[in-house]
């Protein structure tokens, strides 16, 4: 296995920067798809996406490839066709990649056009998402989100394997929410990430968005090695290889803690 094995992850977010030098032969166009205009031009206009994938190209090997998905514009504006081109975009990337991340918070305010019900939000939610997750062993990947309280959406739904963030000295961000599906806290906190608007320019900034891409990139490692293991099995090897933080054991701000394969 190794490096030879090519490992697939849709990132599901505002597109990416095609040309950014820190994408150069590692992005899979094939399946890159825009939800919006129904065509392939995923370009970035936003900048989310470049960034959050840039963390994936910048700590993974050549063999791992990113499949930009786009289904918006841009962040917090989230409306129900919005969920729509969220479930659809992982139907069809479904069986066809290893990993998909989901990295942006979607808060239970922004869903209240639905309804102000929290059962009836988390109903639908999970509704869309679990019967994909029933039929595949992909792996979904999605970022605690930093608005600072209880984990909000994907992250509180069923099967989601969530980040938190952390900053250098493995402390967690004021604002990196918490829960139990918190699995793993990586780094999130004052990170270099590519800029969408300069082809060979980097931005400093912080969220756990980008631990989201460290724990994808952490399984396409283990995947990479491993190519047949499942689910359980590769959550077995990072929990083996993470540093316990905060209380003894798994906890809802740190999960098993930060991983570390050294």
Do not use: W
């Not at 639905?114 to 999605?142: H, M, R």
């Amino acid at each position: 296995a190794g490096i030879d094995t090519d490992i697939k992850i849709a990132v599901i977010d505002t597109g990416i920067n095609l040309n950014h030098e820190v994408f150069i032969d590692r992005v899979d166009t094939s399946l890159a798809k825009n939800y919006i205009t129904i065509d392939n031009n995923v370009e970035d206009t936003n900048g989310h996406g470049t960034e959050v994938a840039g963390i994936i190209a910048e700590s993974t090997s050549s063999n791992v490839k990113i499949v930009p998905i786009k289904v918006m514009n841009d962040l917090h504006n989230y409306d129900f066709n919005t969920m729509y081109r969220i479930k659809t975009a992982i139907e069809d990337v479904n069986n066809k990649v290893d990993i998909i991340v989901i990295g942006f918070e979607i808060l239970s305010s922004e869903l209240n056009y639905y309804s102000t019900d929290e059962n009836e939000k988390s109903e639908l939610l999970n509704g869309f998402f679990q019967p994909v997750f029933a039929s595949s062993d992909v792996l979904i990947v999605c970022s605690s989100g930093d608005s600072s309280g209880s984990l909000q959406y994907p992250a509180s739904l069923n099967n989601m394997l969530v980040a938190a963030s952390v900053d250098k000295d493995n402390q967690r961000a004021s604002d990196s929410c918490f829960g139990d599906n918190v699995l793993f806290a990586l780094p999130g906190v004052d990170l270099k990430v590519p800029d969408y608007s300069n082809n060979s320019g980097y931005v400093t900034k912080s969220s756990s968005d980008y631990s989201a891409g460290f724990l994808a990139s952490s399984i396409a490692l283990v995947k990479s090695e491993n190519p047949s293991y499942n689910k359980e099995q590769i959550i077995n090897v990072l929990k083996d290889n993470s540093i316990d933080l905060g209380d003894s054991g798994k906890d809802n701000y740190y999960g098993y803690g930060s991983i570390d394969f050294n």
